[in-house]
C-alpha cells in the first residue's frame, strides 16, 4: 500500500474554475443544499435535482485540470506504489492529468447508478435522459454522487489507505465534510494546503501549512514527497 496519501477536497479543483463549497461567491450560494444534494432530495425534487446535476456535468465538460493536478499526475507516475489519490471531489480533472486509481470518496459525475443495484454507467458530460433505466434491474438511474446524509461506501478504502499512510498531504479541504485532523496526528508528516484557516481543522497537528492558491503550494508539497520517498 502506498506510503503518501495525497487527500482533496473542492479547493484544489478551484483554479480550474469549479466553485467550491464553502468560500463566499460560489455556485453554492445560489442553491439550497438540503434542496439538491441531501438525502431524499431524488423523491420529492427529482427534476430539479437532476438538471442541477446536468449543469454540472455541462460545467465540467468546459473545465480543465490545472497545475496541482498535472503535478499531482507526474508524481504518481514517477512513484505508481507509493501514492494514493483520494478525493472528496466528484470531478474527473484527476483521471484527466492522468492520475490513476483515484479514490472517489463522494461519488464521480461522468456515472450515474441504479437505486436498487448501484451498477454504473458513464454517461460522461451529457444530460442524464430521464426515460433510461438500468441495464442490469430496470431500476431507476440517478447521479452517482453521495448526498448528505446518505452512506458513502468508499470511506471503508480511506480508513484503509490511512493504515498505511506516513506522510498525508491534504490540499483545499475545509474539514467540514471529512476530518482528517485525527490522521494527521498519527503519521510522520502531514501537509496542510488551503487558502486560509478553517475553523474544523487544527492547524497545530500539521507538520506543515501552507496558506497558498494549490497551484502555487503544490512544487513545495511534491519535493516534500520526493525527499520523504528517497530517504
Ligand atoms: P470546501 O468548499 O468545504 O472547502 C474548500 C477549501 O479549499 C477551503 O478550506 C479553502 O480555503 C480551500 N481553497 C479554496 N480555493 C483554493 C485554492 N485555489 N487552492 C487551495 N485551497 C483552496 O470543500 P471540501 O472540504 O472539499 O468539502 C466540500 C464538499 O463539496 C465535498 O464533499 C465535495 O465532494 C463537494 N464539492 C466538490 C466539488 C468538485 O468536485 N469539484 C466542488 C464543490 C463541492
Ligand atoms: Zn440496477
Known amino acids: 500500500m502506498a506510503k503518501v496519501v495525497i487527500f482533496s477536497g473542492a479547493g484544489i479543483s478551484a483554479e480550474s474554475g469549479l466553485s467550491t463549497f464553502r468560500d463566499s461567491g460560489g455556485l453554492w450560494e445560489q442553491y439550497k443544499i438540503e434542496e439538491i444534494c441531501q438525502s431524499g432530495c431524488l423523491s420529492w425534487n427529482r427534476e430539479n435535482t437532476l438538471d442541477f446535476y446536468d ?28 501514492i494514493a489519490i483520494i478525493t472528496q471531489n466528484v470531478d474527473d480533472l484527476f483521471e484527466r492529468s492522468g492520475c490513476k486509481k483515484v479514490l472517489h470518496l463522494h461519488g464521480f459525475l461522468p456515472n450515474i447508478r441504479c437505486e436498487k443495484c448501484a451498477t454504473t454507467q458513464t454517461i460522461g458530460y451529457t444530460k442524464q ?27 471503508e478504502h480511506l480508513y484503509e489507505a490511512m493504515e498505511d499512510c506516513e506522510f498525508l498531504a491534504i490540499i483545499g479541504s475545509s474539514g467540514n465534510v471529512v476530518a482528517m485532523d485525527n490522521f494527521a496526528l498519527h503519521v510522520k ?7 486560509e484557516k478553517s475553523d474544523a481543522i487544527n492547524e497545530r497537528v500539521y507538520t506543515k ?3 497558498k492558491k494549490a ?11 520526493e525527499r520523504f520517498l528517497q530517504k
Do not use: W
Open 129 to 155: 435522459e430521464r426515460t433510461f433505466t438500468c441495464k442490469a434491474c430496470k431500476g431507476s438511474l440517478r447521479p452517482d454522487i453521495v448526498f448528505f446524509g446518505e452512506p458513502a461506501p468508499m470511506y
Open 215 to 225: 497551484t502555487e503550494a503544490v512544487d513545495e508539497i511534491v519535493g516534500d514527497v
Open 55 to 82: 449543469k454540472r456535468r455541462a460545467q465540467l465538460n468546459s473545465a480543465k485540470p490545472n497545475y496541482a493536478h498535472e503535478q499531482i499526475a507526474k508524481l504518481q507516475a514517477k512513484y505508481p506504489n507509493d
Open 189 to 195: 508528516v502531514a501537509i496542510l494546503n488551503n487558502l
Open 209 to 211: 501549512v501552507i496558506y
